[in-house]
């Protein structure tokens, strides 16, 4: 895959930390570019939000037709048959921009992965597979689907993960998103989950919940 485009927001001058936030499904990273100022971070803080733009591909539950996507959607039952080879194309590709924000000074340890839906299959993948310690993992209305299959790192053993999901989620059903939290929990993480009565979207009450995990991982 190709290096991906985004979107750069800076909270202040020099950032020593960043969050990278995955879109989900036919979305771009425009999405979630107004959700910086609801955060509610303090004034001094220099953190580096990065949205990327997920590349074109063929969905076939859409019928074929090419929309922006992380990875192939087979078919929509209860299991998400997905194309796991793109999907990990997508980590390899976002981790790519892990190694950059490095290369600016910002440490592993001090950088958040977070994903929505689609984005969210993806953050899970990367973040509990790369080499070295991130700063926490953000999922949102998301499932794990690659939960069989995910090379997990001894780095990332214990990094914070917040899961969040809407009690009337038509897309991806609540459901999913309890199975994530389990599944976590028998790997030997320790993820808090909440949830929300919304449908397959973020509410003002999550968004200022992440606000509170960014703080604590890192400011």
Not at 160 to 184: A, C, K, N, Q, W
Request: net charge negative; aromatic share 8%.
């Amino acid at each position: 895959m190709q290096d991906l485009q985004y979107i750069e927001i800076e909270t202040g001058e020099n950032p020593t930390a960043a969050v990278i936030w995955l879109h989900g499904l036919g979305a771009s990273g425009h999405d979630f570019e107004p959700v910086v100022p609801e955060l509610g971070l303090p004034e001094d803080a220099a953190v580096r939000f990065i949205f990327p733009h997920a590349p074109n591909l063929p969905v076939t539950i859409n019928g074929g037709m090419s929309m922006p996507a992380w990875y192939d959607i087979k078919a929509m039952d209860i299991d998400r048959v997905v194309d796991t080879e793109q999907l990990r194309a997508s980590a390899d590709a976002v981790a790519r921009l892990v190694e950059h924000e490095k290369e600016k000074g910002v440490p592993a340890d001090r950088i958040i992965i977070a994903g929505f839906s689609q984005g969210g299959a993806v953050a899970y993948e990367l973040g509990l597979s790369y080499p070295e310690r991130l700063g926490g993992i953000l999922a949102l209305s998301t499932y794990f689907a690659t939960a069989k299959t995910v090379q997990c790192s001894e780095a990332n053993a214990d990094v914070p993960i917040s899961v969040y999901h809407g009690t009337f989620d038509p897309m991806v059903p609540e459901s999913l998103g309890v199975r994530s939290v389990e599944t976590l929990k028998e790997m030997g993480y320790d993820p808090s989950y909440q949830t929300f009565p919304m449908e397959h979207s973020v509410c003002l009450e999550e968004i200022q919940d992440i606000g509170r995990f960014i703080r604590r991982h890192l400011l």
